[in-house]
Nanobody, 120 residues
């Protein structure tokens, strides 16, 4: 059973940066498609970035600002978020699954979520 634990959320002013981390145990990230999703109040959960190891998808609104990376030694996934905007405010989740897609339904393992709040 894969367990994912996120960290790194917080409150930041617009234009600032945060780096989210997602540590995995019970499984190896490199064996799965991975992604970062977010859920804002009143909105559906959406894929921010997904990565198959070959293909990468970025939500249009975060292209050029967010970057996904992975440390295979630490078995940890990262999301570097720069030039943050108030509309980036949401709970961010990391996820892993056997099928690469932008649908949350295709991801089996989820972290507990970490709140990111961007003030204007």
């Amino acid at each position: 059973q894969v367990q994912l634990v996120e960290s790194g959320g917080g409150v930041v002013q617009a234009g600032g940066s945060l780096r989210l981390s997602c540590a995995a145990s019970g499984g190896t990230f490199s064996r799965y498609a991975v992604g970062w999703f977010r859920e804002a109040p009143g909105k559906e959960r959406e894929a921010v970035v997904t990565w198959s190891g070959v293909n990468t998808y970025y939500l249009d609104s975060v292209k050029g600002r967010f970057t996904i990376s992975r440390d295979n030694v630490k078995n940890t996934l990262y999301l570097q978020m720069n030039s943050l905007k108030p509309e980036d405010t949401a709970v961010y989740y990391c996820a892993a699954g056997s099928r690469y897609s932008q649908s949350s339904k295709d991801y089996t393992y989820w972290g507990q979520g970490t709140q990111v709040t961007v003030s204007s």
